[in-house]
């Protein structure tokens, strides 16, 4: 492809995302399985083009505002000029530069117009960050969670939100039932990527820089998945142990539900659960390869399914990775933040209280119910814990701490009674663990 050819398609690809609700990493899949054409080099480079633009997407669109010689732009002018500020101020692009590769041609973009060339002068030797901008614009989140955030993050505010703004690492989990850590360095480096064991998860690894992972022998054969270390750490504290029935209430693909089939050495009984039919079916091919086998599927209706009261106290352990506002994963999905309205959070934490509710009615007498989320919002996390218990007096808290020795064993990063990780304290996603105990 031409450099004007993958600007056009960057501005598709955008203009996708943001008229979609899909992940903008789904959508992209998609975006290219449509358009088998682009090669590797050229989806790499458009790829470094959107998500430029997604991280930045604030300081963007505070400059255009800034510069704008007329009115307001169209909404479908947005994605066009945010990528030509983000080839300025990010990509260190030159405008006559710029103003060649949006020349009209077959496949590039449209004739800068008469507005756009001047925002280009404008934004000519300027750079992304300026002082005058407010802190929810230089640390790219919405405004109207600026008071939630200082106050779930205090002091660390600065540091974690920088932290937020930066490209997530590579983990994955090596799979027990197929390798250990070593073999998999081994497997890896034999297919030219290197890996280091991760910190804190047993079965984790970080790799160096961004290899095609699922085109790899050692993930085809399924010794290996692609897993933050936080979510691994999650399945980890579920403490799920061989025999035992295990309930994944809310598993989406099944990345933790692959995790605990192998905590539990593929014995015992898992329920892997979700509302979303399509995705809960889908994992019957990552199943398969990573050799699981003790895993049974089940699409719910609601939370409050009818399965559910059939099989009350039925399960040792209940596992609810609860819909959140995902505000721990802004690394991988900086669009994210921007679909989420006031509104929705006032619908998640209710939806939240209704689905550890009903998946408590599934914990067996002396079971444990684990609550998480990948969310740093303390109303989403202990907010609901607190509430829980206001009204279940048959369950209590186990610190995390205890059960970090009992499952992982040492001393964890706990505070007090529950796990909270971030990006700039323990380089994973911003995760919340608590572990509950129903009274024998």
Known sequence: MTPGARLQAAIELLASIHAGTAPADRAAHEFFRARRYIGGGDRREVLGLI???????????????????????RSEET??????????????????????????????PALLSREERALLKALAGQ??????????????????????????LGDRFESE????????????????????RTAAIRALKAEKVEARPTSLSPWGLRVEGRPPLASLEVFKSGAIEVQDEGSQ??????????????????????????????QMQNKGHIVACDVLEGRILR?????????????????????????????AAAFDRVLVDAPCSGSGTWRRNPDQKWRLAPGDLEELLALQESILKSAARLVKQGGRLVYATCALLPAENEGQIRRFLETHDKFHVVPVADVWRTAIGGEGPAEGEFLRLSPARQGTDGFFVAVLEREK
């Open 51 to 73: 998500y430029a633009v997604l991280r930045a997407r604030a300081r963007l669109d505070w400059w255009i505002a800034r510069a704008w010689p007329a009115e307001a732009p």
């Open 79 to 108: 994605d066009r000029l945010r990528l030509v500020a983000a080839l300025l101020l990010i990509e260190g692009w030159n405008a006559d530069r710029v103003a060649g590769s949006f020349d009209g041609g077959q496949y590039r």
């Open 127 to 152: 750079t992304l960050d300026h002082p005058e901008q407010p802190d929810w614009v230089r640390f790219e989140y919405p405004e109207w969670l600026d008071a939630p955030l200082r106050a779930a």
């Open 161 to 180: 939100m920088r932290a937020l703004m930066e490209e997530a690492a590579t983990d994955i989990r090596v799979n027990a039932l197929k390798a250990d």
């Open 233 to 262: 750490l999650v399945a980890l504290l579920t403490d799920a142990r061989p025999g035992q029935r295990v309930v994944d209430f809310c598993a989406g693909a099944g990345g933790k539900t692959l995790a605990l089939a192998a």
């Open 283 to 311: 994992a019957s091919t990552r199943l398969r390869r990573a050799g699981v086998h003790n895993v049974e599927r089940r699409a719910l209706s609601t939370e409050r399914d009818p399965w559910v009261k059939r099989h």
